[in-house]
């Protein structure tokens, strides 16, 4: 699919606790990506919605919740991609396939959660399902156990992680203070987040609250077609590489650590694109927890295994560095509703690329990356965008 796909319009909720129900969000964001586009809604041949629910609401038919958007979405054909946190960059592969296969020449995807009228209790349960369910140590861990475990392991063999994992957490939120988007725009001191207080509590040692990413309501959208049909579009993004790397589930049947799956994802994606980490401008990784991002420098080439703090010290990651990592402040700051997640990171990497990125906008910026991962290192997917010129 090299170089064959483009975005040309996107849709994007704030996120946070937000009083609409999922319906609501889906049709904001379905009009907001359409109408930026500026393709007639008749003219959408598939639609296809990142969710991954895991009985966090009663919606279990959700991807037909699109077609209300608009009249003219009546009898589109509508499905939903799950694949855990990474169920919004599947929905984006599944409409990508469509386009490839001939099936479509205009296809629209969104990405969708509603998740804090749950307790806190209701959805680490519900995301512990993306977790392997037989074998019973694994099954009774839920997903910040799942990274505290990574942060534990990565202490014995590389040194303690704790400070790195701080710094990103600081990184990342100060970043969101320029995203109206994001979840919680609050910025924290290095002292806040490497401590732990009353405030910051250890909510699955070594983790922090500080290094755990928020539960949050949200939705994106993007509409995607030939990149050949791109020159009509006021602005499009070229999708020049889009890979998909699945590992076994069961962590004790591979070295989590090392992040294999990522790590062979990245390299996919840069041999399909024909580019290296040097000509990449900017990057949205999925930091669920701050340990995540550290081992995404790691595997995406940034730094030597056990040595990815060098990526901020050496200050490559910061809105002023070489490679920007999640301007938007990420999964951290910005919020993780997990079937809308992938969808907004490619959503603002158009934006970015299209110069319509406000204050989060890197001048410049011609090539982004984009990592979304489902479960621990399960579903990876990395994406290279570039703008497209006419």
Partial sequence: MTGKISIVGSGHTKFGRLEANLEEMIVEV???AVGDSGVDPAEIDAVFLGHFNSGMVSDGFASSLIHQAYPELRFTPAARAENACASG?????????????????????VGAEKMTHRSTADVTTALAGAGYQNDAEEQALSFPQVFGVAARDYTERHG??????ARISVKNHANAMKNPLAHMQKEFTFEETSRVTNKNPEIAPPLRLTDCSLVTDGAAAVVLVPAADAARFERSTRIR???HVSDLLPMKSRDFLAFEGPERAFRMAFDEAGLTLGDVDFAEV????TIAELLTYEAMGLAPKGEGHRALEEGTV??????????????????????????????????????????????????GLVFNMGGSAVANYVSILETQKA
Avoid: W
Avoid at 286 to 289: E, I, K, M, N, V
């Fill in 89 to 109: 960059s599947a929905a984006i592969h599944a409409g990508m396939n469509a386009i490839d296969a001939g099936k479509a020449r205009a296809v629209l995807v």
């Fill in 286 to 289: 999925h930091d669920c927890f």
């Fill in 241 to 243: 590489a889009a890979v």
């Fill in 160 to 165: 303690s992680p704790l400070d790195a994992m």
């Fill in 318 to 367: 910061y809105r002023e560095g070489r490679l920007p990592v999640n301007l938007s402040g990420g999964l951290k700051a910005k919020g993780h509703p997990v079937g809308a997640t992938g969808v907004s990171m490619h959503a603002l990497a158009h934006r970015q690329l299209t110069g319509r990125a406000g204050e989060m906008q890197k001048e410049g910026a011609g090539v």
């Fill in 30 to 32: 379905v009009r907001e």
